[in-house]
């Protein structure tokens, strides 16, 4: 009674036959708005960003969103940030908006220490999500590197670790469990999430 069950979806699902999706039990989605083509590169809008915020509305899913990031420093951060605002202008965004670092085999390349990472994070949410705003912002990352870099949050944690049962003691809204998910109406694997209602 305390859960949904998600995807997240992004231009390598490929065409989503919606109602399917939904009537396959799928109870909310998140969409990747956009990403960064590397490091010092443009925002991009990911293929399929409006075919499938589109869908998922019309047939009625709650809708969080996702940016796939390669910030080097806290005011890329913020100018993505203000970038993921301007494509969700026209949109009400039901569940939070994350920020997705994953470019740790690189890490020493951005030229950042642990603490611009979090402070580029940070910033981040608070500019996709501000206190006055109904929006939520929520940080997106494996269970080791939450361990090990990222600080404690006021925003929601998007946990990613593929297991049956995680043992991640920190407090998290989302578990993504696995990115080998099969669901009706989607041709292609899909992560699978848990959303805890009481977090």
């Avoid at 990352?141 to 925003?155: A, D, F, G, V």
Wanted: hydrophobic share 35%; aromatic share 16%; glycine share 6%.
């Amino acid at each position: 009674d305390k859960t949904k069950i998600g995807i997240d979806v992004s231009k390598w699902q490929g065409e989503i036959d919606w109602e399917k999706v939904k009537n396959a039990g799928v109870e909310f989605a998140i969409i990747r708005v956009g990403y960064q083509t590397d490091y010092d590169g443009e925002n991009v809008v990911d293929p399929y960003f409006l075919a499938n915020i589109e869908g998922a509305k019309r047939v009625g899913l709650p809708v969080g969103i996702y940016y796939y990031s390669y910030a080097k420093n806290v005011d890329q951060a913020i100018q993505q940030a203000e970038w993921v605002n301007k494509q969700l202008s026209e949109y009400q965004i039901d569940l939070p908006i994350a920020f997705d670092w994953e470019s740790w085999n690189s890490f020493n390349k951005a030229g950042m220490s642990f603490y611009t990472i979090n402070k580029a994070a940070n910033e981040f949410l608070n500019v996709v999500a501000p206190s006055s705003s109904y929006r939520k912002g929520m940080l997106y990352s494996s269970k080791s590197y939450l361990e090990k870099i990222w600080y404690p949050t006021e925003h929601d944690t998007w946990l990613a670790h593929y297991t049956n049962q995680t043992n991640y003691q920190g407090k998290y809204k989302l578990w993504q469990m696995c990115d080998i998910g099969r669901v009706d109406g989607i041709n292609t694997n899909v992560d699978i999430n848990i959303m805890y209602l009481d977090v």
